[in-house]
């Protein structure tokens, strides 16, 4: 309880980018937090539903929300470097796409990171999971623990990256949302669907099919109690 006091009096950034996964993220940390902003990185038309949705949300909520250019992704990823070979696609044999570039989570909360120092936060939460992402390995706790040592020494800091989805699946996350009072707000108001579908989405692509799975175990779970 004493820690809980102590965190309140400080200012956190969460990594937004309007999905069920970081919107339950930062309800989180409006519980824990004096002070909460948000910060979303844009990387390209694909993904403007999705800051459009971060946008929204923010502006609900009244919390601050930064947007970071990262176009420059697109000079890194593999089918620009070689775009006369290789067609843009949703996915490889690896299930990512092919302008996934690595180590994008590193260059994400890196610079939030920064943008966290410059605004006098000592909190950084990150909705990264192993527990249904594992390929990709600067989503693991290993990593994120790595980095924030780099982080603060880079910047002669004392911060603290938060990662409150770590170790939950797809359902304990909609158990979280629900203990925190907002699975409808999150149901709702969120956009994790690949085409662009607000709330329940599509239900057909990847993301969909795991949200939605989740949220059936869970109601279903709740249901049974
Ligand atoms: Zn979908």
């Given at each position: 309880m004493k820690r809980r006091l102590?965190?309140?009096?400080?200012?956190?950034?969460?990594?937004?980018?309007?999905?069920?996964?970081?919107?339950?993220?930062?309800?989180?940390a409006k519980e824990r937090f004096k002070e909460v902003e948000t910060v979303t990185f844009d990387y390209g038309q694909r993904h403007k539903l999705e800051i459009e949705c971060a946008t929204e949300i923010a502006k609900k909520l009244d919390v601050k929300h930064h947007i970071l250019d990262m176009s420059l992704l697109?000079?890194?990823?593999?089918?620009?470097?070689?775009?006369?070979?290789?067609?843009?696609?949703?996915?490889?044999?690896?299930?990512?796409?092919?302008?996934?570039?690595?180590?994008?989570?590193?260059?994400?909360?890196?610079?939030?990171?920064?943008?966290?120092?410059?605004?006098?936060?000592?909190?950084?939460v990150t909705g990264v999971s192993e527990t249904d992402y594992s390929g990709y390995p600067d989503c693991r706790d290993n990593f994120i623990q790595s980095l924030n040592l780099s982080l603060n020494l880079a910047m002669d800091e004392d911060m603290t990256i938060h990662t409150p989805l770590m170790w939950l699946d797809k359902k304990q996350v909609w158990e979280l949302s629900d203990e925190l009072g907002v699975l409808e707000i999150i149901r709702e108001e969120t956009l994790t669907c690949y085409n662009g579908i607000k709330s329940d989405g599509c239900g057909e692509c990847p993301a969909c099919k795991l949200r939605n799975n989740g949220l059936r175990q869970y109601l279903d779970s709740k249901g049974e109690k």
């Open positions: 102590y965190m309140k009096e400080e200012k956190a950034i969460v990594v937004f980018s309007g999905g069920q996964d970081s919107t339950t993220c930062l309800f989180w697109h000079q890194l990823a593999p089918n620009a470097l070689t775009r006369e070979d290789i067609e843009i696609s949703e996915g490889n044999e690896d299930n990512l796409p092919n302008t996934f570039v690595p180590g994008r989570n590193l260059l994400f909360l890196s610079f939030a990171g920064i943008l966290a120092k410059q605004v006098g936060a000592k909190h950084l």
